[in-house]
């Protein structure tokens, strides 16, 4: 789905939101409680999702700036049958890293990419890590050309 289009969701979810919010001022005592709480519904799920995004860049950013930068294997392209926009599944990429120091064996999957990015993929692809916490992990696929 395009940024555009779910950008243009969450805002008017929230403007909505608070738009039943403000309404709920004006109204009779007892239409009051239905719009308050049909506010509170729309105005949390797009505050939530513009939180989580804020969010999402955020920890993008804190890895990218003191994150350790390791070099995943590639292993496959996998479909994200956890999640369906319109019929669609998005594509992920898996690489794993073997951590020598403590022999582990470690699975990253990327975010969910709207096309199947076989093709681009490279040999080996950057990850960004908390060393203290390899779970908590960005995958760089800036490599990968941008859908229009």
Do not use: C
């Amino acid at each position: 789905m395009d940024h555009k289009v779910i950008t243009l969701i969450k805002w008017l979810f929230l403007a909505i939101g608070l738009l039943l919010l403000v309404g709920a001022i004006f109204v009779d005592p007892e239409a009051k409680l239905a719009l308050t709480i049909m506010g509170v519904i729309f105005a949390g799920i797009g505050g939530g999702i513009i939180a989580f995004g804020r969010w999402s860049a955020q920890k993008e950013a804190d890895l990218r700036q003191n994150g350790q930068l390791i070099e995943a294997e590639f292993q496959e392209v996998e479909l994200n049958g956890s999640l369906e926009v319109n019929g669609e599944h998005p594509y992920r990429i898996v690489a794993r890293w073997h951590d020598t120091s403590n022999n582990r064996l470690h699975v990253f999957r990327s975010a969910n990419l709207w096309f199947d990015p076989t093709d681009y993929v490279q040999e080996w692809i950057p990850v960004y890590i908390d060393r203290n916490n390899p779970k908590r992990y960005h995958m760089e696929t800036s490599f990968l050309p941008k859908l229009q």
